[in-house]
RNA sequence: GGACGGGUGGGUGAGUGGUUAAUACCAACAGACUGUAAAUCUGUCGCCCCUUGGGGCUACGGAGGUUCGAAUCCUCCCCCGUCCA
């Protein structure tokens, strides 16, 4: 019995992409959609006013990784989950920890049960498998969970990339068998999302996807992209795994992108992104505008009277100029960053709600056109 | 009037004979960031020239001097601070 269900409301008839809607444990959410990310249970820098009130926010995504080494799984769970901790009643999708996997490569050690951790925090050792990731998530209450996966860095070689895809799919099928045990006993429903890894090796994308299909899961995910590889294969990967994957089932591309690389990540067919992007680059400086680029510390905007964006609606758009943001982000002020995340989400929704319209319309290709003509700088 | 202390590149401030166009921080300017160890990180930052690398010029209050060589040592002068008259 599937734990979240996906309604395809038009299909793209050239590029196939859909335009859907996404019924988990906490609400619908339109499809494609971007989610921004959560790690540790907050979006930096903006409130669930602005998420949910203001930006209408349908499902943002946190870290198990980083929930686990703080405050802890058993105290969210003590607190009513995380929904009620962090006080979101919308949809919540939490990553494995696989990313840390990759990017705390440092401080981990990898087996065929699992990772050992060294906590980034204290140094305290931690092994995750692939049932303690699902029991944590489940301890968080997560509407959609994520496998625990090996996320590996580029470039790679051929074979380290199959020897990790293939561990990659022995943990997803553990997780799974785990996952189905466990839920069984649950009043509540939690999606639980395997992922397609093979790095940029076509051949491997495919292996992978064919392989996971066996477990006939709510949804799937594509990770290991955006790490350092150039944008065509990262394109590539999703061409080669993307069509294989279950057409009545919500695919999810793992923490991209840029936003001119969001249109052409759906129209190969994905449905769900998330990205650090929007928050992270709006505190370093770098907003984000339909007409391009606003790297808002250049000397160029200092006394620009301009919103950042004059097509957005955004309340810092509607409020401040790009002079005043600057100079708040230069005197370090922490409104400039909270402005800035403020603006930088709606972007990417807006870019998002933009797309889907396009599909809804069966407009697709011309507004893949259009906004490839956008310049990487704004005016 | 006297006694100390001090004057360094946009700022603060290291440096007390060569390896110093001069540490560091700030400011300024530019760049990076893609399932967040990030309100972070990187580069440039006297002028001119040959587009790697380098060459030339000007620079540590001012003027002289010692020395192969001075931001660094000596002399005089000018400023600033503290204290004593």
Redesign the pocket.
Known sequence: MPQISFEIVAQCPVTGARAGLLHTAHGVVETPVFM?????AT???LTGRDLADDLDVRIL???T??LYVRPGPDLVARMGGLHRFMSWDRAILT?????????????RKISEEGVVFRS??NGDLHKFTPESTVDTQLALGSDVM???????EYPVSREYARESMERTVRWARTAYRHYLERIAALPTRHALFP?V?GSVYPELRRECAEQLLELDADGY?I??????EP?PL?MEAVEAAAPLLPPDRPCYA?????PD?LPEYVARGVDMM????????A????LFTAAG?V?I????Y?DDPRPIDESCGCYTCSKYSRAYLRHLY?S?E?L??VLA?RHNVQRYLDIMREIRHAIVLGRLPEHLKAVRAIPV?AG
């Open positions: 921004p990310v959560g790690t540790q979006v930096k820098g995504l946190a870290n990784y980083h990553d494995s920890g696989g990313f840390q996997v990759f990017s705390l490569s440092g401080l980034h925090l994520m496998v625990l996966d090996e996320c590996p992922i890894q995910a990770g290991g992209l955006s790490v350092g944008r990262s793992m923490g991209v992108g840029m690389e998330d990205c650090v992007l929007p928050t992270r680059n505190r370093n400086g770098y680029r790297i510390k250049q000397a160029r200092k230069l370090g922490m400039y960053s995340s700088e």
